[in-house]
């Protein structure tokens, strides 16, 4: 078992550019979140999905951020034009169910954006 | 709304000195708690998980109590040791229905051998 795979590990990008992340869950997890981690806010919600479809978008930032989920191996989190407010840490993780369960994490993808 | 306070920004501590980290919580009802831990470089990692049915948890030596009374969630261990080092996060899951995890703002724990 590999864990929650996000790629790239690092990605750094110019003002306005667009970046995609992109998370492989564990087999046979049903659910997928997204959060953002900065030193200034913390850890924040921003999606989630089961089965594939979009559950929660209530933490994403509605003009520039998206997230979906095309298949059951993978999620992607698209933000265009990229500001350097931006720059984060994005965690992908899954569970087994939709529920009060463990979520496991992934290591992170930390967006740079200059 | 749901909220987690952690106020202990930053924990400094001698190898087996004893660890107290403050973790209280605002729900409506009765949430699910964990401790969660994450180490540089890596995500978060569930320590221990905490409900109403069971009330206590413990990991690794690491112990946890839901007290519904003061909607605390306080993390302890007896006995620190280097490698505990690391940022600690509580965690509210609401019984809403809604499974978005919940943060705290984090405790970096710094163990001095």
């Known amino acids: 078992n590999a864990g929650v795979i996000q790629t790239p590990r690092h990605k750094v990008t110019g003002k306005g550019q667009e970046a995609t992340l992109w998370c492989e869950p564990i087999?046979?997890?049903?659910?997928v979140f997204w959060y953002r981690q900065t030193i200034v806010q913390g850890l924040e919600f921003l999606t989630y999905f089961r089965n594939q479809a979009p559950i929660d978008d209530s933490g994403m930032p509605k003009e520039r951020f998206s997230a979906q989920m095309p298949n059951q191996s993978h999620s992607t989190l698209k933000i265009q034009s990229t500001q350097p407010q931006d720059s984060a840490v994005y965690l992908c993780a899954s569970s087994l169910e939709l529920g009060p369960y463990e979520q496991y994490f992934g290591p992170g993808t930390r967006l740079t954006v200059l | 709304g749901n909220s987690v306070t952690q106020m202990q920004g930053q924990v400094t501590l001698s190898e087996e000195e004893f660890l107290f980290i403050n973790c209280t919580y605002s729900?409506?009802?009765?949430?699910?708690l964990f401790w969660y831990v994450q180490y540089p470089g890596e995500g978060p990692q569930l320590l221990l998980k905490v409900t109403t049915a069971n009330n206590k948890g413990s990991s690794r030596g690491f112990e946890a109590t839901y007290d519904k009374g003061t909607t605390s969630f306080h993390l302890q261990k007896a006995s620190v040791q280097e490698s505990d080092s690391a940022v600690y996060y509580c965690?509210?899951?609401?019984?809403?229905?809604?499974?978005?995890?919940?943060f705290g703002a984090g405790t970096r724990l710094k163990v001095i051998a």
């Open positions: 087999s046979g997890h049903s659910a």
């Open positions: 729900t409506t009802g009765y949430p699910t």
């Open positions: 965690v509210l899951v609401p019984n809403t229905g809604n499974y978005k995890y919940v």
